[in-house]
């Protein structure tokens, strides 16, 4: 019966490991957040104007599915100073072309390539 108490104290104080690290995880992120270490606000420093590059959308494209149209318009919605939104095709017949034309008509101020190959 001793060896049994044993294994059980033992494995009781192996089960509190965990716990100790939970208890000393929450006290430093309390801690951490009461310092105010961390940004406050997402809103870029008036000093420093926000780094915004201007970058490539690459979409992947085949074939229509429901509500193609507003899935791809959405790209185009996006609030972000510069950028060009790239549709690439395997296939020169591929049922999208129109739906990616009539997207560069209803967005004209808004760089669309159509890419195929």
Do not use: W
Request: a neutral charge.
């Amino acid at each position: 019966m001793a060896a049994g108490t044993a294994l059980r104290l033992a494995l009781l104080i192996l089960a509190c490991f965990p716990l100790a690290y939970y208890v000393v995880a929450i006290v430093s992120a309390s801690l951490f957040f009461r310092s105010g270490s961390y940004p406050r606000s997402a809103e870029p420093s008036a000093a420093a104007p926000p780094f915004a590059p201007p970058v490539s959308i690459l979409k992947p494209i085949r074939g229509l599915d429901r509500e193609t149209y507003e899935n791809y318009a959405s790209f185009c919605r996006q609030d972000y100073p510069e950028f060009e939104i790239l549709f690439g095709l395997s296939d020169e017949h591929d049922p999208a072309i129109p739906v990616i034309e009539q997207l560069a008509r209803d967005f004209p101020r808004r760089s669309i390539r159509l890419l195929i190959g």
